[in-house]
């Protein structure tokens, strides 16, 4: 005869591990609450991909509610802005140097530079303002 295995009582959160905190988290706080405020909270961590505590913790610290892909595409964004202001930095620095060489530098290479680091700074304002408004 086989067992079936138990079903946990509440979904495993799909936003994986938070990050290791120095000294480890050492505080704990015991929430009553009624059936129906339970089964909303617990709706709500469901729909964000976290656990019922990060939701709490989430809520009352002031974290934009995203769930897992809005999560996700945020930090693809911010991965695109700073390879972005990587290569910026890169082109800037070649600039400089052929400045102070005495070299002769195109205006319209110092302008698509400029160009290029008007759009980081506007990609990183339009990220800004979408996750304040959250």
Not at 24 to 34: P, Y
Not at 47 to 66: D, F, K
Not at 114 to 119: D, G, P
């Amino acid at each position: 005869m086989t067992e079936q295995p138990k079903k946990r009582r509440t979904p495993v959160p799909s936003g994986g591990r938070q990050r290791r905190e120095d000294g480890g988290r050492r505080h704990a706080t015991k929430v009553l609450m009624s059936d129906e405020e339970r089964v909303q909270v617990e709706a709500r961590a469901i729909v964000l991909g976290v656990s019922i505590p990060r939701a709490l913790v989430e809520a009352a610290t002031g974290v934009p509610p995203l769930t897992r892909t809005e999560r996700e595409a945020l930090h693809q964004e911010l991965a695109g802005i700073k390879f972005l202001l990587g290569n910026l930095t890169n082109n800037v620095n070649q600039i400089a140097k052929a400045l102070n060489s005495d070299a002769d530098v195109p205006g319209r290479q110092i302008r698509a530079v400029l160009e290029r680091a008007a759009v980081a700074a506007a990609r990183v304002e339009e990220l800004a303002e979408r996750y304040r408004a959250s």
